[in-house]
């Protein structure tokens, strides 16, 4: 069981990945083909051919390792030969402007199926709106002892109106040390009395006529605590804190307009988190060993998700489906970064042309991309030894 559970996972994790360099590759495919660069082959997968099928000059192929794909165009590589017939529909030959976009359009692609995906995502499930409900209490903690409960929802701090979780933080980091002032909304507290008969009601009308009484606003000052905790990319942060977490977010119906504004919102936010942890990274300020994962790391990630589908079939669906928008964006991103051999390697080559009017020497492209290589080769033997270590140490 446990076996077939693994094989299950990773089956989803390919079929993921598949559709991902998929909608990549087919990005750069359209975009050279209406540019007029010749395409000849349009590969799913690395290595030997598993099924290959020519249509109008380009040979469509699955190959043996899923994790990656191309797209070989016609002249795309400098040191080989292009024949006379072809030299129309040559990649080399065309201009700068076009060359940078079929280089883009590749993540670009995957930027625009995040949006849909999460376009679809949010039509179906509702826009994510956030509240002021106290969802966590910490034992021991500022809010504790002053008398905070779960479920209180927040009205104003320091006489400020509170209408959403976000607003909460900045004022008691401006507050500091000094006493906040917090005025909550709490439900009365229900008081189960057998009074029922005597009253002439039912039991469950008795209970909804005391559960629908009037809300009552509670004033209380809380003193925050200085503590060490992490911000959203994992860096280490000395931070006032009260000691409460959200309740869940409302899922709201919101129509095609607020759906594409928060679907454009979540790609941004993807691709902002992303390049930012990797500036710090390299900035030495988080650790790559705790905030990159590979591709073991996203199959377990696709295995927890898909653990409770029994159960719930329709909701991990729908957050495989999330899970595929963010991976999308997360692509695009990364392969626009300046490194060589990625889309980015070669943008970046393209922009020196354009700018000092003659190509970057064969040269230094095929050092660079050498280079490139061999950094990309290292970056996956570390994600896959650092899959391997926080796998066997639970991490």
């Given at each position: 069981m446990i076996v077939a559970q693994v094989f299950f996972n990773i089956l989803i994790f390919l079929i993921i990945l598949s559709i991902l360099v998929f909608v990549h590759e087919l990005g750069h495919f359209l975009a050279a083909r209406s540019l007029g660069v010749g395409v000849e082959v349009f590969s799913l997968g690395f290595g030997r051919t598993l099924w290959s099928r020519k249509k109008n000059g380009t040979e469509y192929r699955m190959s043996a390792l899923p994790f990656g794909g191309y797209v070989k165009m016609t002249g795309e590589d400098p040191t080989s030969e292009v024949s006379v017939e072809s030299l129309s529909v040559s990649f080399a030959l065309k201009p700068v402007w076009a060359r940078m976009i079929i280089v883009v359009a590749g993540p670009f692609s995957n930027f625009i199926m995040a949006v849909l995906v999460f376009f679809f995502f949010f039509m179906a499930r509702g826009v994510p709106v956030s509240t002021s409900v106290i969802g966590d209490v910490m034992p021991d903690s500022p809010a504790f002892h002053a008398g905070l409960l779960p479920e209180d929802r927040i009205v104003s701090i320091n006489g400020e109106k509170i209408t959403a979780w976000e607003e909460i933080s900045p004022l008691v980091q401006k507050t500091g040390q000094g006493p906040v002032s917090v005025v909550v909304s709490r439900k009365p507290p229900v008081t189960a009395l057998p009074l029922a008969g005597l009253l002439g009601a039912a039991p469950h009308h008795f209970r909804r006529t005391i559960e629908k009484g009037p809300l009552r606003e509670v004033a209380l000052s809380v003193s925050p605590r200085k503590t060490q905790g992490q911000n959203e990319y994992g860096e280490k942060k000395s931070r006032y804190t009260i000691g409460i977490g959200p309740g869940p977010s409302l899922m709201v119906p919101g129509g095609p307009v607020?759906?594409?504004?928060?679907?454009?919102?979540?790609?941004?936010?993807?691709?902002?988190?992303?390049?930012?942890?990797?500036?710090?990274?390299?900035?030495?300020?988080?650790?790559?060993?705790?905030?990159?994962?590979?591709?073991?790391?996203?199959?377990?990630?696709?295995?927890?998700?898909?653990?409770?589908?029994?159960?719930?079939?329709?909701?991990?669906?729908?957050?495989?489906?999330?899970?595929?928008?963010?991976?999308?964006?997360?692509?695009?991103?990364?392969?626009?970064?300046?490194?060589?051999?990625?889309?980015?390697?070669?943008?970046?080559?393209?922009?020196?042309?354009?700018?000092?009017?003659?190509?970057?020497?064969?040269?230094?492209?095929?050092?660079?991309?050498?280079?490139?290589?061999?950094?990309?080769?290292?970056?996956?033997?570390?994600?896959?030894?650092?899959?391997?270590?926080?796998?066997?140490?639970?991490?």
């Open positions: 607020a759906a594409i504004r928060e679907a454009v919102g979540q790609t941004y936010t993807v691709c902002y988190l992303t390049v930012g942890t990797v500036a710090r990274i390299f900035k030495g300020t988080v650790s790559a060993r705790e905030t990159i994962g590979g591709p073991i790391t996203m199959a377990r990630t696709t295995g927890a998700i898909t653990k409770n589908m029994d159960s719930d079939l329709v909701r991990t669906l729908w957050t495989l489906f999330s899970f595929l928008g963010l991976l999308s964006a997360s692509l695009g991103i990364i392969n626009l970064f300046p490194i060589p051999v990625l889309d980015g390697g070669h943008l970046l080559f393209f922009v020196l042309e354009a700018v000092f009017r003659r190509p970057v020497s064969l040269r230094i492209r095929e050092l660079s991309t050498q280079a490139g290589m061999v950094f990309l080769i290292a970056i996956m033997i570390f994600f896959v030894v650092n899959d391997v270590i926080r796998w066997i140490t639970g991490l």
